[in-house]
T-cell receptor, first 114, second 114 residues
Framework: NAGVTQTPKFQVLKTGQSMTLQCAQDMNHNSMYWYRQDPGMGLRLIYY???????DKGEVPDGYNVSRLKKQNFLLGLESAAPSQTSVYFCASSYQGARTDTQYFGPGTRLTVL | GDSVTQMEGPVTLSEEAFLTINCTYTATGYPSLFWYVQYPGEGLQLLLK?????DKGSNKGFEATYRKETTSFHLEKGSVQVSDSAVYFCALGAGGTSYGKLTFGQGTILTVHP
């Protein structure tokens, strides 16, 4: 089992460029999440998906979009990158999205926007 | 809304010292509480959790008790090792329409010296 995988591991973009961060899980989990990690601020939820085909905004969704077309994949898009989006991005998944569920995290993508 | 407050870091200890990292929370309803650990260059992984009041979570010598009366979930370990050096995050998980979304504290950097 690979668990949760993320690609790419590192990315440098120029302001205004677009890109998609990819996340895949092989645990047959229903719920998936995208977080960003900034120094001194912990992790903040960008978007989440309770089940295949559904998505919803988290705490900091502005400037991002997501898609969950397949149960195992959750994509995070940046349409027009800004320096404020420089961060480390983590994808996570959980079995049912219940309050007791453990979330399993990927290794992260370090994004720099110049 | 829900929030989690962790003690300010970083924390520096000598090997075999006693560790306490304070965590308090604000939440409606009956959340679950988690401690996640992030080793250098890696994603987060669950350290322990407690899903109802007075529950004690434990793993790898770490313990934390869910105290509803003081809204706290302090992390303790009796004798730390160099290998415990990492960033520790306290988190709160809500249920229902929150679909297991986690609210994180800001993280506490722990460095253990030989």
């Amino acid at each position: 089992n690979a668990g949760v995988t993320q690609t790419p591991k590192f990315q440098v973009l120029k302001t205004g460029q677009s890109m998609t961060l990819q996340c895949a899980q092989d645990m047959n989990h229903n719920s998936m999440y995208w977080y960003r990690q900034d120094p001194g601020m912990g992790l903040r939820l960008i978007y989440y998906s309770a089940s295949e085909g559904t998505t919803d905004k988290g705490e900091v969704p502005d400037g991002y979009n997501v898609s969950r077309l397949k149960k195992q994949n959750f994509l995070l898009g940046l349409e027009s990158a800004a320096p404020s989006q420089t961060s480390v991005y983590f994808c996570a998944s959980s079995y049912q999205g219940a309050r007791t569920d453990t979330q399993y995290f990927g290794p992260g993508t370090r994004l720099t926007v110049l | 809304g829900d929030s989690v407050t962790q003690m300010e870091g970083p924390v520096t200890l000598s090997e075999e010292a006693f560790l306490t990292i304070n965590c308090t929370y604000t939440a409606t309803g009956y959340p679950s509480l988690f401690w996640y650990v992030q080793y250098p260059g890696e994603g987060l992984q669950l350290l322990l959790k407690a899903t109802k009041a007075d529950d004690k979570g434990s793993n790898k010598g770490f313990e934390a008790t869910y105290r509803k009366e003081t809204t706290s979930f302090h992390l303790e370990k009796g004798s730390v090792q160099v290998s415990d050096s990492a960033v520790y995050f306290c988190a709160l998980g809500a249920g229902g329409t929150s679909y297991g979304k986690l609210t994180f504290g800001q993280g506490t950097i722990l460095t253990v010296h030989p």
